[in-house]
């Protein structure tokens, strides 16, 4: 197994993050994203350097997210809309057959432009790192900038942190359980989830609702009094029987 180094190298008059020790083959991702402009991920260059292939990927004009969240907490606000953004570029990447475990999703590697906060992710075709360990270590990580002020903040880091951890949960999942309200009640109507690029979107379904029971004095009251009428009617219909019998008899 290889392994990747990467670091923020100034070039002349521009910056870039630079992607060593890489394998030399050559993969079709280079053409599609060398031939394609695709939202949320940064143009990929191959050069090398000696008999070395090196990725750099040019982020002038951006931050890394340590960099964004130097000396500041997240918001509840901006944290749904950083991992908003960061999932919908995952997603629109399959209509490119890019495979999501070539995502770099460590922090370093996660930029914001400073321009217009759009959120722009690596994709390096040689990192080959399950997504769902990534994201795990990502709401690790994330954990220690939320705001503890922002009731919002704390409910969706720590949503989006409990659902990374479980096995089989989707993006969408992901996405949804961020997205609620602290304190809400969200188990009584469906609730329509983020809609991904090309994905169809899943409902939540409100459990069944269950018969109310009776237990207010009221419901006692009632309860006894149709008893009582139903033991009168008995001991009216034994009269009147004795009564025929009698009749009869006589």
């Known amino acids: 197994m290889y392994e990747i180094n ?13 992607f060593r020790g890489l394998p030399e083959w050559d993969m079709f991702e280079e053409e599609m994203i060398g031939n394609n402009v695709i939202p949320g991920i940064l143009p990929m260059q191959t050069v090398c350097v000696g008999t070395r292939k090196v990725r750099r990927y040019r982020v002038d004009g951006c931050v890394s997210l340590p960099e964004y969240l130097l000396g500041q907490k997240l918001s509840g606000t901006e944290f749904r809309r950083i991992l908003s953004a960061l999932f919908a570029g995952i997603a629109e990447s399959r209509k490119y057959l890019l495979r999501e475990e070539s995502f770099v999703l460590q922090p370093d590697c996660i930029f914001l432009r400073t321009d217009t906060g759009t959120v722009e992710l690596i994709y390096c075709p040689e990192y080959e790192k399950p997504l769902a360990g990534q994201m795990r270590e990502l709401s690790d990580w994330l ?27 989707t993006v969408q999942r992901m996405l949804t359980a961020v997205a609620g ?7 009584q109507m469906p609730v329509r989830t983020y809609q991904l690029p090309g ?3 899943e409902y939540v ?3 069944e609702p269950e018969e109310p029971a009776y237990t207010s004095s009221g419901n006692s009251k009632k309860r006894g009094l149709r008893g ?17 019998l009698a009749w009869a008899m006589g």
């Open 205 to 207: 379904m409100a459990p």
């Open 228 to 244: 009582l009428f139903s033991f009168l009617s008995g001991i009216s219909v034994i009269f009147l029987l004795l009564s025929a």
């Open 6 to 18: 990467c670091e923020k190298v100034m070039e002349l008059d521009h910056v870039y993050m630079v």
């Open 199 to 201: 994905e169809v979107p």
């Open 143 to 169: 954990l220690g900038y939320l705001d503890p002020q922002d009731a919002q903040a704390v409910y969706s880091g720590y949503a989006f942190h409990v659902m990374s951890h479980e096995e089989g949960n």
């Open 181 to 187: 309200e602290p304190g809400g009640d969200s188990g």
